[in-house]
């Protein structure tokens, strides 16, 4: 038998036989922070939830493909606060095309937000509207980063709105910290390595 076979018959057996294996541990962790996977999240009482605006999501909507609709929970409940909607047709040429015609429309964007690599395309508009509101466009396009929507992209938002929002949802969480949880708070803060390592 040549030694090559001998040394791939070697190398072989200490695979099967000699290397602990991570799929074939004793103890398969579940756990880790006190979270379980598999378990409910409203089982745990103590978290905060820090969506300070709730989201609906629509799909196959007047020639766009889906979107995320975004509306407040605390300051103005219900009061729509941005728009993201993605369309339908994804390609370079479409998105020149909504370039021209958003142009026509408002004029020229007010700000350049792409990168240099020519990769993302973003293009974007601020308004003030007759009630003072502050008013954002942006016009997307991105068929390569994986971090952005891929496609043709509109967003339109009330920046004021989404501030007022999350700061309103933070003064109310902070009311809502009673001396318990913030007793429980520290005692969590001194948790040791029950929780720190998976179980």
């Not at 190398?11 to 922070?33: D, N, Y």
């Not at 015609?101 to 308004?127: A, C, M, N, R, V």
């Amino acid at each position: 038998m040549n030694r090559y076979l001998l040394l791939f018959y070697s190398v072989i057996f200490q695979l099967l036989f000699c290397l602990p294996l991570s799929g074939m541990a004793k103890e398969v962790p579940h756990e880790v922070g006190g979270f379980v996977l598999g378990s409910d999240v409203t089982e745990y009482p103590n978290i905060e939830y820090a969506n300070a605006l709730k989201e609906v999501v629509v799909y196959d909507w007047h020639g766009f493909d889906k979107g995320i609709i975004s509306y407040g929970v605390c300051a103005n409940p219900g009061e729509i606060v941005k728009i993201k909607l993605k369309y339908e047709n994804s390609n370079k040429d479409f998105f020149k095309q909504l370039l021209r015609k958003y142009t026509k429309k408002f004029g020229k964007p007010t700000e350049w937000k792409g990168d240099s690599f020519g990769i993302l395309h973003i293009w974007k508009w601020k308004f003030v509207d007759e009630k003072n509101n502050r008013v954002h466009l942006i016009l997307q396009h991105n068929l390569k980063n994986p971090n952005e929507n891929i496609g043709n992209v509109v967003k339109l938002f009330y920046p004021d709105s989404i501030i007022r929002e999350q700061k309103c949802f933070a003064e109310q969480c902070t009311q809502n910290a009673s001396n318990r949880e913030k007793e429980q708070q520290l005692q969590r803060k001194k948790s040791g390595w029950k929780y720190l390592i998976p179980n």
